[in-house]
């Protein structure tokens, strides 16, 4: 999936509204691939929001706001304080593999929807995402709400809607009505609705 403000650039349609201001600030000059899951399952330790780039990004988004549709359907929105866009590695915008937008100073992503009806939020303090492959990686007071109201928090988070998955493995704690669960390392469905906690730890805590 390829997109970029009102523009849809590689079939079926996914397009972006962004009801935000772009300045292009740039050229860019190099940057590292982000760290994602090996065949075992296994996440790399690399930080792919501290990687430091040569130049300048190419756009920057202050206060940015996107909606992204698929076949003409609402499936995501995002919200950001601040945005920077950077192009990938060989400059062809079809690989899956590289953040295009370095995500800052806080964010909420909508899940299944847009920011007034979705089927659940993820927050966090930084991230980088890539609009190609619908693929979001979140660092820093990560906080994942689905519709029950059950709330995933962690402090690195890993969201793909392509592949329909949540995963981490950093500690986790999940807040339901029955009570607390907590562990390390999770994998979950993209809307948070299905998950397993893959080291649970300690004993479950029933609320009074």
Known sequence: M?????????????QLWAAVVFFGVGTWMGCKPTPDMDRSGDEMDADASDIVREGEPIQVVEKGYFE?????????????NRLERWDNLEGDNTQSDTPLWQVSEGFTLYIGGNRERHAATLQADRGTYNDQAGRLEAWDNVVLVNDKGERLETEHLVWSHDS??????????IETAQGMLRGRGLRSDSHFERYEILNP????????
């Open 2 to 14: 390829s997109q970029k403000p009102r523009t849809t650039t590689r079939p079926p349609a996914f």
């Open 201 to 208: 730890t300690g004993s479950f805590e029933v609320g009074g």
């Open 164 to 173: 329909d998955l949540v995963y981490t493995t950093r500690p986790v704690s």
């Open 68 to 80: 992204y549709t698929e076949r003409g359907r609402l499936i995501q929105a995002l919200e950001a």
